[in-house]
Nanobody, 124 residues
Framework: VQLVESGGGLVQPGGSLRLSCAASGFTLDDYNVGWFRQVPGKKREGISYIGKSGRPTYYADSVKGRFTISRDNARNTVYLQMNSLKPEDTGVYYC??????????????????WGQGTQVTVSS
């Protein structure tokens, strides 16, 4: 039973990546899902979440207008489409899922599931 992130990598500024958060061993559409990122030397930051049915969605100001969260319950996966990437978007990206908590933005909370993270590096 786990969440697994994928899709990270090295991209130039202005480029795009799509991260995936796939659940195995449980049905992700029963859960609210959030994305966090951790930049070296800084606290883990909640940047987006999505409700069980695909609504509501939330974006931190730092990513609003550039990132889009979505879910494909048939694939048991939540996505984070990241466009217009900036060097300051560099970090490790994690997803978390919780059965009851919708606003998955506080990294101090022990949500039901956490993924292991995927590295995103934005550099020329």
């Amino acid at each position: 039973v786990q969440l697994v992130e994928s899709g990270g990598g090295l991209v130039q500024p202005g480029g795009s990546l799509r991260l995936s958060c796939a659940a195995s061993g449980f049905t992700l559409d029963d859960y609210n899902v959030g994305w966090f990122r951790q930049v070296p030397g800084k606290k883990r930051e909640g940047i987006s979440y999505i409700g069980k049915s695909g609504r509501p969605t939330y974006y931190a100001d730092s990513v609003k207008g550039r990132f889009t969260i979505s879910r494909d319950n048939a694939r048991n996966t939540v996505y984070l489409q990241m466009n217009s990437l900036k060097p300051e978007d560099t970090g490790v990206y994690y997803c978390a899922a919780d059965l009851k908590i919708l606003e998955i933005t506080d990294p101090r909370i022990l949500y039901d599931y956490w993924g292991q993270g995927t590295q995103v590096t934005v550099s020329s």
